[in-house]
């Protein structure tokens, strides 16, 4: 029935189902370029607000710096959304 379908969509979403990948293009990418590159953010002034606020997560850890180097595999968190960051 058509219950059981928003069931099982709203499981999806609450495990993370709609996680976003981002090309990076290249082996790394500091983290305050990718929130631009994500579009997560419009400047680096912006990027580098949210990570002084710790409001952004690296592998469900707090980020503090903006040049911190992002890998192929890492999951970039902010306001409960998910990017990972792909070659």
Same mark, same amino acid.
């Given at each position: 029935?058509? %219950?059981?379908?928003?069931?099982? $969509?709203?499981?999806?979403?609450?495990? *993370?189902?709609?996680?976003?990948?981002?090309?990076?293009?290249?082996? %790394?990418? @500091?983290?305050?370029? !990718? $929130? @631009?590159?994500?579009?997560? &953010?419009?400047? *680096?002034?912006?990027?580098? $607000? $949210?990570?002084?606020?710790?409001?952004?997560? &690296?592998?469900?850890?707090?980020?503090?710096?903006? *040049?911190?180097?992002?890998?192929? *595999?890492?999951? &970039?968190? %902010?306001?409960?959304?998910? !990017?990972?960051?792909?070659?």
């Amino acid at each position: 029935m058509w %219950y059981n379908r928003i069931d099982r $969509l709203c499981g999806q979403l609450a495990k *993370g189902a709609h996680m976003k990948n981002i090309n990076i293009g290249s082996d %790394y990418i @500091k983290l305050d370029q !990718f $929130l @631009k590159l994500a579009d997560i &953010v419009m400047s *680096g002034g912006e990027a580098k $607000l $949210l990570i002084m606020s710790e409001e952004i997560k &690296v592998n469900g850890q707090v980020a503090t710096q903006r *040049g911190k180097k992002l890998r192929s *595999g890492d999951i &970039v968190e %902010y306001m409960n959304k998910e !990017f990972q960051v792909s070659k």
